[in-house]
């Protein structure tokens, strides 16, 4: 927003120069300047407890993808709580817990867009007038709900390849790890995968033990499994970096020079889930190293025995 007239007195206003800003729109008579500034409004990326994504279609704003949920603040009020405002008013949805991940500037609008997670709880949506429609989206299916290039887009590249600390004595989702860090205090979902004394670390990636849902390691069946995930927590391994797939080696290498001391197995199974279809369960990259006995009921047999049985054939 320019001030070539005066919002006051609606004389036109002259330069001058404030301080390190040249030619600042100033009205003589007021004695007032005119800052130029561009609009605020809040960008919501709304997130349930097992990181589904929430999206919207208005159809003024974009008719061929689905955006996210964004509005102006009202006067005076904080941008965290025009997000729990305007997640509730368009999905009907109650936000549990926001956090700021970046601002993004919309050139066509002259607009600063202030990008938040927004979890809340799964449930049914009751959308506003201003809203055509509203869908959940699994984690292996939003981006492709966005369009490419759009802030929303932007956004939800920069909440799900963000780094993350991960401290001693914390633990990751079993879902979007993005939880730990974003959400600190929410812990509904269950535990996956725990840092605990059996972690190994490198410059890129971690291995950790595979744990059951109530976070213990497995102690009768996968016995001294191991997952790899990538520091970055890329969606897939195939979004890793040169770097990453280095280092991911050299962790592989680690791991089974450990597991052969300990555990001494008889061979191993090695592989990623890639996908919803595929069975990956978190949506972040991660490589399963399952150590195998030959005193298992399913030694000799791998995921191909399971793969290829009849009832694996397509309709």
Not at 86 to 96: F, I, K, Q, R, S
Request: glycine share 6%; charged share 25%.
């Amino acid at each position: 927003m320019k001030f070539t007239f005066c919002p006051n007195c609606g004389n036109k206003n002259t330069k001058r120069n404030l301080g390190d800003d040249a030619n600042v729109p100033y009205c003589e008579t007021c004695q007032k300047p005119w800052f130029p500034f561009s609009y605020t409004c809040v960008l919501a990326l709304v997130i349930d407890e097992n990181s589904n994504f929430a999206f919207i279609r208005q159809s003024y704003i974009n008719t061929c993808s689905y955006i996210g949920i964004a509005g102006y603040p009202n006067p005076e009020e904080p941008y965290e709580e025009a997000v729990k405002r305007e997640v509730l008013e368009e999905t009907g949805l109650a936000v549990n817990h926001v956090q700021y991940i970046g601002s993004y500037y919309h050139e066509k609008r002259d607009m600063i867009m202030l990008g938040f997670a927004a979890q809340v709880s799964h449930g049914e949506f009751k959308i506003s007038k201003e809203v055509d429609a509203a869908k959940w989206f699994a984690p292996h299916e939003a981006e492709s709900a966005l369009g490419q290039g759009t802030i929303i887009h932007k956004l939800y590249k920069d909440y799900v390849n963000r780094k993350i600390s991960l401290p001693e004595g914390t633990a990751l989702d079993k879902t979007v790890p993005s939880h730990a860090s974003v959400f600190p205090k929410q812990r509904e979902a269950p535990l996956k995968y725990s840092l605990n004394k059996e972690k190994f670390e490198n410059d890129s990636v971690i291995g950790v033990p595979s744990t059951d849902e109530n976070g213990n390691v497995y102690d009768k069946t996968l016995i001294g499994s191991y997952v790899i995930i990538p520091k970055s927590h890329v969606p897939t391994p195939f979004d890793l970096s040169a770097k990453e797939w280095h280092d991911t080696k050299t962790m592989l290498d680690t791991l089974k020079k450990q597991l052969d001391e300990k555990y001494n197995p008889d061979g191993y199974n090695i592989g990623w889930n890639v996908g919803h279809i595929a069975g990956q369960t978190a949506p972040y990259a991660h490589l399963h190293i399952i150590p195998r006995y030959k005193d298992e009921p399913f030694a000799g047999k791998g995921i191909r025995h399971w793969l290829k049985k009849p009832e694996n054939t397509r309709p």
